[in-house]
């Protein structure tokens, strides 16, 4: 019999091993109580090779408040931890470290400040700050960087599809190709990132939307092998479903065969008083394909019958497709606005896996921790790469619109610090040197990025349903230079550290190499 992998595997255990062991090291030490604070955040955005990201959409962080609602050790999972033997067969974890996690193992003394979901974010600036007893605050690195990082790498992706599709409505269905369950964490953040729908039937209903789907080649093929053939497996489907009904055209031949038949059952469906819905191209050049469709549709009397594309795209390949359509549809006598206005995309493999660029590269660093009299002290990790040094201390972070109310900078200062009095002098994060000042008359809003997410075991506010997020991205977005929003090397945005942060880093580098 095999193991039941959502036994036990979705609670507190879903932690690496070395948060347990430095947890009771921690215990062993007398620091597992002292407060400590920790950031997780990305150093780079995606780089999909042929193109590059330049922002990210925050996705993921409700459904982590939700994991961390009522977290605590159960017996089960204090049972599983005792088992544990070291390779001399001696007990791994002592009693008394697990009898502190029986009563102290919860979230009731963690607190979490985060940048809500659905908001464009950038490198090195915290996406989520946790603040709490050392022991149990460390022990949740891998479970945030888990919940945060895959569905911020697919909300990007998905957000830069539906830029990609002008406004046309662009469907998610990765389900087949995503990671396992993480598929449904795909595509709730694809539909956080910009998709309108998805085929996951069990995510569409726990967001109230409704599922998106056709039908596939096998369909076809079934009425084929029978006996039938394609007109009569369109036919079939248009009985089921005469008021949605949308054909996938190229199981035989798309123009010879798929478009025609598909154009006669949409006249017999005209004439039962249904509104044919659409076709699907699934495979050949998308492009032409796209361009004859619409003129044979147009031609037939079927001038708003949409046209789905599918098949291994994403936001680079539905530019191209675009562009060819602009160029080529003339020469058929095609309007390219008559075909554009008609589409709309089937995005599945390439989002659900981040294709070119499968990992955000999230991080979970320690940034203060409190000495004896209680207060907390900034920390640093020193390395030999700038751009992995992180920003230390307890800080505040802004965002700071020009006086167009486009965001100019994403600002990380001390806490406690107001640097918009007047003129602020901001540094590079990385290259000593490097900086400029930002004067007062340039800036129209400064923005406080982090919110208070997590207090006292539970959410500080209720969840946002999906359109808050969908706003959240489109404001954000909105408010994004279109340079950084370009598709392939887009400009680089500012994040910048206060001359203050700047001069704190300095001197924890220079005094940890004393």
């Known amino acids: 019999m095999q193991p039941d992998l959502t036994d036990g595997t979705t609670g507190i255990l879903f932690t690496d091993q070395y948060q347990l062991t430095m947890a009771q090291l921690y215990f062993d030490q007398g620091l597992h109580t002292r407060r400590a604070r920790f950031e997780m955040f990305f150093r780079e955005y995606p780089d999909y090779g ?27 999972d204090l049972a599983a931890i005792a088992a544990q033997r070291t390779g001399a067969g001696e007990r791994r974890f002592r009693d008394e470290f697990l009898e502190w996690l029986r009563h102290a193992g919860d979230m009731t003394a963690i607190h979490v400040d985060a940048v809500a979901e659905g908001r464009v974010v950038h490198p090195h600036v915290p996406m989520v700050v946790v603040d709490g007893p050392l022991a149990i605050a460390q022990m949740l690195e891998t479970a945030i960087i888990n919940h945060i990082s895959y569905p911020t790498l697919v909300a990007t992706k998905a957000s830069r599809v ?8 662009v469907l998610e269905f990765g389900l087949r190709r995503g990671p396992g369950w993480g598929a449904n964490a795909g595509a709730r953040a694809a539909l956080v990132g910009g998709c309108d729908f998805t ?23 079934v009425f084929m092998a029978v006996g039938g053939g394609e007109r009569e497996a369109f036919r079939a489907y248009a009985a089921s479903y005469p008021d ?38 699934d495979s050949g050049d998308l492009a032409f394909l796209a361009v004859q469709s619409a003129r044979m549709l ?27 359509i602009e160029v080529e549809a003339p020469r058929y006598g095609v309007s390219p606005e008559s075909v554009v206005r008609r589409l709309a995309y089937g995005v599945g493999t390439r989002l659900i896996t981040s294709h070119g660029d499968s990992a955000l590269g999230g991080v979970y660093k320690l940034v203060a921790v409190a000495d004896a009299g209680g207060d907390l002290q900034p920390a640093i990790k020193v390395s030999d790469s700038p751009e992995k040094v992180p920003v230390p ?28 009095d007047g ?13 400029r000042v930002l004067h007062g008359v340039e800036v ?53 550290l206060t001359e203050q942060m700047r001069d704190l880093r300095e001197h924890l580098v220079a005094a940890a190499a004393r």
Request: hydrophobic share 40%; with cysteine.
């Open 199 to 221: 085929s996951n039937v069990g995510v569409s209903q726990a967001l109230g939307l409704d599922p998106k789907g056709t039908h596939a080649h096998s369909m076809v093929q």
């Open 244 to 281: 949605e009904c949308i054909l996938l055209v190229d199981t035989i031949d798309t123009l010879a065969s798929g478009v025609p038949n598909a154009i006669s059952v949409f006249e017999e469906l005209r004439a039962a008083g249904h509104d044919p819905r659409g076709i699907r191209l």
């Open 393 to 420: 201390g307890v800080k505040q972070v802004w965002r700071v619109y020009d006086r167009r109310g486009i965001a100019t900078a994403d600002v990380i200062g001390v806490a406690g610090e107001s640097p918009f």
């Open 298 to 324: 147009d031609e037939a009397g079927f001038p708003q019958v949409q046209i789905v594309l599918s098949s291994n795209l994403d936001e680079l390949a539905m530019w191209q497709i675009l562009s060819q």
């Open 50 to 76: 042929e193109h590059q990201a330049g922002y990210c959409i925050a996705a993921g962080l409700e459904p982590l408040l939700e994991w961390m609602e009522g977290l605590r050790f159960t017996e089960d």
């Open 423 to 435: 003129a602020v002098r901001l540094a590079h994060p990385h290259r000593t040197g490097v900086g």
């Open 162 to 169: 539906q830029e990609a599709g002008r406004g046309r409505p």
């Open 444 to 496: 129209s809003l400064v923005e406080e990025l982090l919110e208070p997410a997590f207090r006292d075991g539970g959410r500080t506010r209720p969840a946002p349903n999906l359109e808050d997020m969908r706003r959240r991205r489109h404001v954000d977005l909105e408010r994004l230079d279109p340079g950084v929003r370009r598709l392939v090397n887009p400009h680089i945005y500012h994040v910048s």
